[in-house]
Nanobody, 123 residues
Framework: AQLVESGGGLVQTGDSLRLSCAAS????????WAWFRQPPGKEREFVAA??????????IYTDAVKGRFTISRDNAKNSVYLQMNNLKPEDTAVYSC???????????????WGQGTQVTVSS
């Protein structure tokens, strides 16, 4: 399986970005999907997750991004997205997508990871 992120870049405070993660080599619609980020010099942290469409569960977010970020999935395109609005300098990080075979919610472990895309927010 392969996960490829795109959409990162250098933006200013208050700008928006939309990250994409294209998955291949697996049954995309069967997986839970999440975005994580790793700020410079810090550990990786959870950002948002979306479960399989049939579950009816709403996505979950870390408190720092609630109301600004939206995770979504398109099973027809084997892709998961992260719409990021009102970006702040503290959002600067490498953002990675990850897929988990459904079990616990939210997932405790993820089976597949992308390489990441850099997001830099200048003040």
């Amino acid at each position: 399986a392969q996960l490829v992120e795109s959409g990162g870049g250098l933006v200013q405070t208050g700008d928006s970005l939309r990250l994409s993660c294209a998955a291949s080599g697996l049954t995309f619609k069967s997986f839970d999907w999440a975005w994580f980020r790793q700020p410079p010099g810090k550990e990786r942290e959870f950002v948002a997750a979306v479960t399989v469409t049939s579950s009816g569960r709403t996505p979950i977010y870390t408190d720092a991004v609630k109301g600004r970020f939206t995770i979504s999935r398109d099973n027809a395109k084997n892709s998961v997205y992260l719409q990021m609005n009102n970006l702040k300098p503290e959002d600067t990080a490498v953002y990675s997508c990850a897929g988990a075979w459904p079990g616990n919610w939210p997932p405790l472990n993820y089976d597949y990871w992308g390489q990441g895309t850099q997001v830099t927010v200048s003040s």
